[in-house]
C-alpha cells in the first residue's frame, strides 16, 4: 500500500475505532453496577466483550481489557505505513515493558498473567520472550532500541526500560508532553513515595528530558520547580507527594483532551492514528477502574472522585 494511502486507511480505521470507546458516561455506570457480575455481562456488548468472561475475577477482568487495548492498537497498526507504525510502537511500548516485568518475575518462580501478544508493536519481546535469565534480558535489551538498562537486577532492568521508554515515545511530536509528564510523576513517585533509588543509566536518561536540575533535586519542590515546562504542567496545584494521585488523574484528562484534538486533526496524516491510540488507552483506564468499583460495591463514587480530580486540574491549567 502506497504511503499516502496508508495514511488515508490509517486515518479512517484511527476514527472509527475511536468512535468505539465505551466512553466516561458508560464507564460510570458500569463502576455503579451492583456487583462485578453486572458489571461482567455490561461488558460483554463493548469491544472489551472480546476478552472479558463472566467467573473472573476483578484482576482477570482488569487484565482482558488491557489486552483488548493491545488488540486493537494492533489493528490499527496494520492500516498504518511503517513510519506511522514506528511511532505507535513507540507509545505502545509500555507493554513490552509489563511483559518484561513479568517474565522477570516467572525467572524467579513466581506466576503471573500470560504476556500480551504484541505483534507489530512488539521491539524486541520475540527475543526477550526466549530468556531464561536476567543476564540474557539484559544483553537483549543491550543489543535493541531498548539500550542497555546499565545492570541484570530486576529493579535496573525495569527502571531503564521505562526511562528509555519515555525518551523514545517523546520523540513522537504529538506525545512529548504525554512521556515528560508522565515520566516526571513516575519518578517523583519512585523517590519521594516508594523510596527507590535509581540506577546511574536510568538516571541518565530521566535527565535527558526532565534536566539534570530536577532529577538532582533534594526535595519534592525543588524537583517540582526545576522541571521543563514540558512537564511542568502535570504538577499544577500539587504541593506535595501525597497529591500525586490527583495529578495522575490529570496527566490521564490530558491525554483524553488532546486525544480528541488529534482526532479532529485535518488532513490524512498520522496525528489521527496517534490520538485513536490515546483515546483507546483512556478508554482502557477508566474501564479498568470502573471495574475496580463494581467489584468491590463502591458505586461510582470514588470512580468520580478520580474522574473529577482530573478535570478540575485539567481545567484549572
Given amino acids: 500500500m502506497r504511503s499516502g494511502a496508508a495514511h488515508v486507511a490509517g486515518a479512517v480505521r484511527a476514527r472509527a475505532l475511536a468512535r468505539r470507546c465505551v466512553g466516561p458516561a458508560a464507564a460510570r455506570v458500569l463502576a455503579g453496577s451492583p456487583g462485578l457480575d453486572a458489571a461482567i455481562a455490561a461488558l460483554a456488548s463493548t469491544p472489551y466483550g472480546r476478552d472479558v468472561r463472566s467467573g473472573q475475577d476483578a484482576g482477570a477482568v482488569q487484565e482482558a481489557v488491557a489486552t483488548t487495548l493491545v488488540w486493537r492498537l494492533r489493528v490499527l497498526a496494520g492500516w498504518l505505513p511503517s513510519a506511522g507504525v514506528q511511532r505507535l510502537r513507540a507509545i505502545a511500548g509500555w507493554f513490552e ?18 504476556p500480551f501478544q504484541l505483534g507489530a508493536l512488539a521491539v524486541a519481546w520475540p527475543r526477550l520472550s526466549g530468556t531464561s535469565t536476567a543476564d540474557q534480558v539484559r544483553a537483549v535489551l543491550a543489543s535493541s532500541a531498548w539500550g542497555d538498562p546499565g545492570a541484570a537486577t530486576a529493579h535496573a532492568i525495569v527502571l531503564g526500560m521505562r526511562t528509555s521508554w519515555a525518551l523514545r515515545a517523546a520523540a513522537v511530536p504529538a506525545a512529548q508532553s504525554w512521556a515528560a509528564g508522565g515520566l516526571a510523576l513516575w519518578v517523583a513517585r519512585e523517590h519521594w513515595v516508594t523510596g527507590q533509588a535509581f540506577s546511574d ?17 533534594p526535595s519534592f519542590a ?13 504538577f499544577d496545584g500539587v504541593a506535595e507527594p501525597g497529591d500525586l494521585w490527583r495529578a495522575e488523574a490529570a496527566w490521564w484528562a490530558r491525554l483524553d483532551h488532546d486525544a480528541h484534538a488529534l482526532l479532529r486533526s485535518p488532513g490524512f496524516d498520522d496525528r489521527p492514528a496517534i490520538g485513536a491510540a490515546a483515546a483507546l488507552a483512556v478508554d482502557a483506564w477508566r474501564v479498568r477502574a470502573a471495574v475496580a468499583g463494581a467489584a468491590d460495591g463502591t458505586g461510582a463514587a470514588p470512580f468520580d472522585a478520580v474522574i473529577n480530580a482530573g478535570l478540575g486540574k485539567r481545567a484549572a491549567g
Fill in 201 to 217: 543509566t536510568a538516571r541518565a536518561r530521566a535527565a535527558g528530558l526532565l534536566g539534570r536540575r530536577a532529577v538532582e533535586a
Fill in 97 to 114: 515493558i509489563r511483559n518484561v516485568e513479568r517474565l522477570l518475575r516467572q525467572q524467579r518462580g513466581r506466576a503471573g498473567p500470560a
Fill in 222 to 234: 525543588a524537583f517540582v520547580a526545576a522541571l521543563p515546562a514540558r512537564a511542568a504542567w502535570a
